[in-house]
């Protein structure tokens, strides 16, 4: 059996900062709101910048500013967008007035579900959930617990991506033509539309957490 572990290259640098502080600063996530939305209507009516610059008077490079969040437009610069998108004012509040959602799962309390394939002590509990959001990306965090053997393991495939952490145990664990000898504290990170799944429990019990990320139209 040939047994990869996943690359240790992790030179890339990141898309975003993990510890900046948003909320410390929040005339500063308003300016960025504000400039999503701009960006957004101007899209959906298929405007340039250069476009939307001829219709409000307002410089290409001060557009490129408000649409990043950069600067903070007067309540007079806004009505002029308004009037150019043909949207209300209060549109370009939109998300930042919206209601962000945190679900809090006690200790044991995780829903159990049954999955396609699921074996006898083969538990799949759903950490939490979150509906349609702002983001537009859907996430499902389940903790997995593998306390048997068994002869046939499922192999799933879905769109998405999906995060492994393993907590406890070892597994052998297969994504498409590969698979990668997995221990406590090692994370396996990959496109879930290819066959994966557990394929042999090396050290019982096991448990890892799986975490799956997808498009809501998905």
């Given at each position: 059996?040939?047994?990869?572990?996943?690359?240790?290259d992790?030179?890339?640098?990141?898309?975003?900062?993990p510890?900046?502080?948003?909320?410390?600063?929040?005339?500063?996530?308003?300016?960025?709101?504000?400039?999503?939305?701009?960006?957004?209507?101007?899209?959906?009516?298929?405007?340039?910048?250069?476009?939307?610059?001829?219709?409000?008077?307002?410089?290409?490079?001060m557009?490129?500013?408000?649409?990043?969040?950069?600067?903070?437009?007067?309540?007079?610069?806004?009505?002029?967008l308004?009037?150019?998108?043909?949207?209300?004012?209060?549109?370009?509040?939109?998300?930042?007035?919206?209601?962000r959602?945190?679900?809090?799962?006690?200790?044991?309390?995780?829903?159990?579900?049954?999955?396609?394939?699921?074996?006898?002590?083969?538990?799949?509990?759903?950490?939490?959930?979150?509906?349609?959001?702002?983001?537009?990306?859907?996430v499902?965090?389940?903790?997995?617990?593998?306390?048997?053997?068994?002869?046939?393991?499922?192999?799933?495939?879905?769109g998405?991506?999906?995060?492994?952490?393993?907590?406890?145990?070892?597994?052998?664990?297969?994504?498409?033509?590969?698979?990668?000898?997995?221990?406590?504290?090692?994370?396996?990170?990959?496109?879930?539309?290819?066959?994966?799944?557990?394929?042999?429990?090396?050290k019982?019990?096991?448990?890892?957490?799986?975490?799956?990320?997808?498009?809501?139209t998905?």
């Amino acid at each position: 059996m040939n047994v990869e572990k996943p690359s240790q290259d992790m030179a890339s640098p990141l898309t975003q900062d993990p510890h900046s502080v948003r909320s410390g600063d929040r005339e500063k996530v308003l300016e960025v709101a504000i400039g999503r939305e701009v960006r957004s209507y101007r899209k959906q009516q298929e405007i340039t910048v250069a476009e939307l610059a001829g219709l409000t008077g307002l410089s290409i490079g001060m557009l490129s500013k408000i649409e990043n969040g950069n600067t903070s437009p007067s309540l007079t610069t806004l009505q002029t967008l308004a009037n150019a998108l043909s949207v209300p004012l209060t549109s370009f509040f939109r998300r930042f007035e919206e209601q962000r959602e945190a679900v809090h799962t006690k200790s044991g309390k995780g829903v159990e579900l049954e999955r396609g394939g699921t074996r006898a002590n083969h538990q799949y509990n759903l950490l939490g959930h979150i509906g349609a959001n702002a983001s537009g990306v859907m996430v499902e965090p389940y903790l997995i617990t593998l306390s048997e053997e068994s002869d046939v393991f499922p192999t799933f495939q879905h769109g998405g991506i999906e995060t492994i952490y393993m907590l406890e145990g070892e597994v052998d664990y297969r994504h498409g033509e590969n698979v990668h000898a997995l221990k406590p504290g090692d994370t396996l990170f990959f496109d879930a539309d290819a066959p994966h799944g557990p394929e042999r429990l090396v050290k019982l019990p096991a448990r890892y957490l799986s975490i799956i990320s997808y498009p809501q139209t998905q």
